[in-house]
Protein backbone atom coordinates (compact mmCIF):
# COMPACT_ATOMS: atom_id res chain seq x y z
CA UNK A 1 0.00 0.00 0.00
CA UNK A 2 1.61 3.45 -0.81
CA UNK A 3 2.01 6.01 1.60
CA UNK A 4 0.63 8.46 -1.55
CA UNK A 5 -3.03 7.47 -1.95
CA UNK A 6 -4.63 8.18 -5.09
CA UNK A 7 -7.61 6.63 -6.54
CA UNK A 8 -7.61 3.85 -8.58
CA UNK A 9 -9.98 5.10 -11.39
CA UNK A 10 -11.29 7.76 -12.61
CA UNK A 11 -13.31 8.98 -15.71
CA UNK A 12 -14.93 11.25 -18.39
CA UNK A 13 -15.92 11.92 -21.67
CA UNK A 14 -14.20 14.09 -24.10
CA UNK A 15 -14.34 17.40 -23.20
CA UNK A 16 -15.06 17.24 -19.62
CA UNK A 17 -12.74 17.93 -16.51
CA UNK A 18 -11.03 15.62 -14.25
CA UNK A 19 -9.14 15.75 -10.83
CA UNK A 20 -7.07 13.48 -9.34
CA UNK A 21 -6.33 13.17 -5.94
CA UNK A 22 -3.00 12.50 -4.08
CA UNK A 23 -3.39 12.10 -0.27
CA UNK A 24 -0.50 12.30 1.56
CA UNK A 25 0.83 13.07 5.39
CA UNK A 26 3.06 15.29 7.68
CA UNK A 27 6.06 13.39 6.83
CA UNK A 28 5.69 13.87 2.92
CA UNK A 29 3.40 16.27 1.25
CA UNK A 30 2.44 18.00 4.74
CA UNK A 31 6.06 18.75 5.56
CA UNK A 32 7.36 20.48 2.32
CA UNK A 33 7.56 18.72 -0.09
CA UNK A 34 6.87 19.16 -3.60
CA UNK A 35 4.62 16.72 -6.12
CA UNK A 36 5.48 15.88 -9.36
CA UNK A 37 2.80 13.85 -10.98
CA UNK A 38 3.35 11.66 -14.39
CA UNK A 39 1.55 10.27 -17.16
CA UNK A 40 2.14 6.95 -18.50
CA UNK A 41 0.48 6.29 -21.81
CA UNK A 42 -0.10 1.86 -22.25
CA UNK A 43 3.31 0.12 -22.90
CA UNK A 44 5.14 3.52 -22.46
CA UNK A 45 7.61 4.75 -19.45
CA UNK A 46 6.39 7.37 -17.54
CA UNK A 47 6.75 10.96 -18.53
CA UNK A 48 6.48 14.11 -16.21
CA UNK A 49 3.67 16.02 -16.95
CA UNK A 50 3.63 18.94 -13.58
CA UNK A 51 6.90 19.21 -11.70
CA UNK A 52 7.19 21.84 -8.21
CA UNK A 53 3.22 21.22 -7.53
CA UNK A 54 2.01 23.28 -10.45
CA UNK A 55 5.13 23.67 -13.56
CA UNK A 56 4.61 22.09 -16.80
CA UNK A 57 7.50 21.27 -18.19
CA UNK A 58 7.30 22.20 -22.06
CA UNK A 59 5.47 20.25 -24.34
CA UNK A 60 2.80 19.92 -22.00
CA UNK A 61 -0.65 21.12 -22.86
CA UNK A 62 -2.00 23.84 -20.40
CA UNK A 63 -5.40 21.19 -20.27
CA UNK A 64 -2.89 20.08 -17.24
CA UNK A 65 -2.39 21.58 -14.23
CA UNK A 66 -1.83 21.19 -10.48
CA UNK A 67 -2.14 22.22 -6.99
CA UNK A 68 -1.15 21.53 -3.32
CA UNK A 69 -2.83 22.35 -0.06
CA UNK A 70 -1.77 20.72 3.19
CA UNK A 71 -1.33 17.26 3.00
CA UNK A 72 -2.53 16.71 -0.29
CA UNK A 73 -2.29 17.86 -4.15
CA UNK A 74 -4.20 17.29 -7.45
CA UNK A 75 -4.13 16.80 -10.79
CA UNK A 76 -6.95 18.70 -13.40
CA UNK A 77 -6.97 17.43 -16.43
CA UNK A 78 -9.52 19.65 -18.63
CA UNK A 79 -10.72 19.35 -22.24
CA UNK A 80 -10.36 15.52 -21.85
CA UNK A 81 -8.96 13.96 -24.83
CA UNK A 82 -9.26 10.28 -26.11
CA UNK A 83 -5.13 10.23 -26.25
CA UNK A 84 -5.42 11.16 -22.39
CA UNK A 85 -6.17 7.83 -21.78
CA UNK A 86 -3.40 6.34 -19.31
CA UNK A 87 -2.15 5.63 -15.95
CA UNK A 88 -1.31 9.39 -13.89
CA UNK A 89 1.07 9.09 -10.83
CA UNK A 90 1.79 11.31 -8.05
CA UNK A 91 5.05 11.61 -6.52
CA UNK A 92 7.00 12.93 -3.67
CA UNK A 93 9.42 12.96 -0.50
CA UNK A 94 9.31 11.29 2.61
CA UNK A 95 11.37 12.36 5.43
CA UNK A 96 10.79 8.92 7.33
CA UNK A 97 10.96 6.48 4.28
CA UNK A 98 14.32 8.57 3.75
CA UNK A 99 13.34 8.36 0.38
CA UNK A 100 10.86 9.15 -2.92
CA UNK A 101 7.55 7.76 -3.06
CA UNK A 102 5.03 7.30 -5.55
CA UNK A 103 1.72 6.88 -5.35
CA UNK A 104 -0.44 4.06 -6.71
CA UNK A 105 -1.27 5.55 -9.71
CA UNK A 106 -4.79 6.16 -11.01
CA UNK A 107 -6.22 4.77 -14.73
CA UNK A 108 -7.74 7.79 -16.27
CA UNK A 109 -10.68 6.12 -18.90
CA UNK A 110 -12.15 8.64 -21.56
CA UNK A 111 -15.80 7.35 -22.34
CA UNK B 1 18.06 15.63 -26.65
CA UNK B 2 18.89 13.10 -23.77
CA UNK B 3 18.21 9.81 -24.26
CA UNK B 4 18.69 6.55 -21.91
CA UNK B 5 18.68 3.40 -22.30
CA UNK B 6 18.76 0.18 -19.78
CA UNK B 7 20.39 -2.93 -21.31
CA UNK B 8 20.69 -6.30 -19.40
CA UNK B 9 19.83 -10.27 -18.51
CA UNK B 10 15.70 -10.55 -19.04
CA UNK B 11 16.11 -13.71 -16.48
CA UNK B 12 17.72 -14.03 -13.69
CA UNK B 13 17.10 -16.93 -11.19
CA UNK B 14 16.60 -16.45 -7.47
CA UNK B 15 19.22 -16.10 -5.12
CA UNK B 16 21.44 -14.83 -7.63
CA UNK B 17 22.47 -11.22 -8.84
CA UNK B 18 20.29 -8.49 -11.05
CA UNK B 19 23.14 -6.13 -13.01
CA UNK B 20 21.29 -3.52 -15.17
CA UNK B 21 23.25 -1.01 -17.12
CA UNK B 22 21.86 2.32 -18.34
CA UNK B 23 23.75 4.45 -20.94
CA UNK B 24 22.92 8.08 -21.48
CA UNK B 25 23.83 10.45 -24.24
CA UNK B 26 24.81 13.31 -22.32
CA UNK B 27 25.90 14.31 -18.72
CA UNK B 28 23.85 15.48 -15.09
CA UNK B 29 24.12 15.18 -12.02
CA UNK B 30 21.85 12.92 -10.45
CA UNK B 31 20.83 9.47 -12.30
CA UNK B 32 18.05 6.92 -10.66
CA UNK B 33 17.15 3.49 -10.84
CA UNK B 34 12.98 2.95 -10.48
CA UNK B 35 11.22 -0.07 -11.00
CA UNK B 36 7.46 -1.03 -11.55
CA UNK B 37 5.49 -4.48 -10.80
CA UNK B 38 2.03 -5.40 -11.25
CA UNK B 39 1.80 -5.66 -7.47
CA UNK B 40 3.48 -2.78 -6.60
CA UNK B 41 3.54 0.14 -8.69
CA UNK B 42 6.40 2.44 -9.11
CA UNK B 43 9.15 1.87 -6.50
CA UNK B 44 12.35 3.95 -6.39
CA UNK B 45 14.99 2.23 -5.55
CA UNK B 46 18.15 4.87 -5.41
CA UNK B 47 20.44 7.31 -7.10
CA UNK B 48 23.66 8.14 -7.76
CA UNK B 49 25.96 11.49 -8.07
CA UNK B 50 28.28 11.96 -10.77
CA UNK B 51 30.75 12.20 -7.50
CA UNK B 52 29.96 8.24 -6.87
CA UNK B 53 27.80 8.99 -3.96
CA UNK B 54 24.70 7.55 -3.76
CA UNK B 55 21.46 6.63 -2.13
CA UNK B 56 19.14 4.28 -1.70
CA UNK B 57 15.88 2.66 -0.98
CA UNK B 58 15.95 1.47 2.52
CA UNK B 59 13.28 -1.09 1.64
CA UNK B 60 15.66 -3.00 -0.30
CA UNK B 61 17.50 -3.89 2.90
CA UNK B 62 21.04 -3.09 1.36
CA UNK B 63 20.63 -5.22 -1.77
CA UNK B 64 21.47 -2.54 -4.45
CA UNK B 65 24.52 -1.15 -5.20
CA UNK B 66 24.85 1.68 -7.67
CA UNK B 67 27.61 2.66 -9.41
CA UNK B 68 28.47 5.37 -12.07
CA UNK B 69 31.27 5.46 -15.18
CA UNK B 70 31.47 8.90 -16.09
CA UNK B 71 33.54 8.29 -19.27
CA UNK B 72 31.64 6.02 -20.79
CA UNK B 73 28.29 7.72 -20.07
CA UNK B 74 26.93 4.88 -18.27
CA UNK B 75 25.51 3.73 -14.71
CA UNK B 76 24.56 0.54 -13.09
CA UNK B 77 22.69 -1.33 -10.81
CA UNK B 78 23.31 -4.36 -9.04
CA UNK B 79 20.31 -6.20 -7.17
CA UNK B 80 21.87 -9.39 -4.50
CA UNK B 81 20.10 -12.11 -3.33
CA UNK B 82 16.46 -11.44 -6.01
CA UNK B 83 13.87 -13.18 -5.84
CA UNK B 84 10.62 -13.28 -7.66
CA UNK B 85 9.51 -10.13 -5.89
CA UNK B 86 11.84 -8.37 -7.94
CA UNK B 87 10.30 -9.33 -11.20
CA UNK B 88 9.70 -5.90 -12.65
CA UNK B 89 10.02 -3.31 -15.52
CA UNK B 90 13.13 -1.51 -14.47
CA UNK B 91 13.90 1.96 -15.71
CA UNK B 92 16.86 4.52 -15.09
CA UNK B 93 15.61 8.17 -15.39
CA UNK B 94 17.69 11.65 -15.13
CA UNK B 95 16.81 13.11 -11.72
CA UNK B 96 15.34 16.77 -12.06
CA UNK B 97 16.92 18.06 -8.99
CA UNK B 98 16.53 21.43 -6.71
CA UNK B 99 16.04 22.95 -4.10
CA UNK B 100 13.22 25.19 -2.58
CA UNK B 101 13.26 28.21 -0.36
CA UNK B 102 13.46 26.28 2.40
CA UNK B 103 16.09 24.59 1.39
CA UNK B 104 14.67 21.33 1.43
CA UNK B 105 16.31 18.79 -1.42
CA UNK B 106 13.49 18.17 -4.15
CA UNK B 107 13.47 15.72 -6.46
CA UNK B 108 11.65 14.48 -9.74
CA UNK B 109 12.29 12.79 -13.25
CA UNK B 110 12.50 14.34 -16.18
CA UNK B 111 13.63 11.88 -18.88
CA UNK B 112 13.21 8.24 -18.62
CA UNK B 113 14.55 5.26 -20.15
CA UNK B 114 12.30 2.86 -22.12
CA UNK B 115 12.06 -0.02 -19.61
CA UNK B 116 13.41 -3.11 -19.39
CA UNK B 117 11.63 -6.56 -18.01
CA UNK B 118 13.62 -8.51 -15.56
CA UNK B 119 11.90 -12.17 -15.05
CA UNK B 120 12.84 -13.67 -11.73
CA UNK B 121 12.85 -17.49 -12.23
CA UNK B 122 14.23 -20.84 -12.18
Known amino acids: QSVLTQPPSVSGAPGQRVTISCAGSNSNIGAGYDVHWYQQLPGTAPKLLIY???NRPSGVPDRFSGSKSGTSASLAITGLHTEDEADYFC???????????FGGGTKLTVL | HVQLQESGPGLVKPSQTLSLTCTVS?????WNWIRQSAGKGLEWIGR???????NYNPSLQSRGTISIDTSKNQFSLKLISVTAADTAVYYC???????????????????WGQGTTVTVSS
Open chain 2, 48 to 54: IYTSGAA
Open chain 2, 26 to 30: SGSDY
Open chain 2, 93 to 111: ARELHYYDDSGYEMIAFDM
Open chain 1, 91 to 101: QSYDINLYGVL
Open chain 1, 52 to 54: ANT
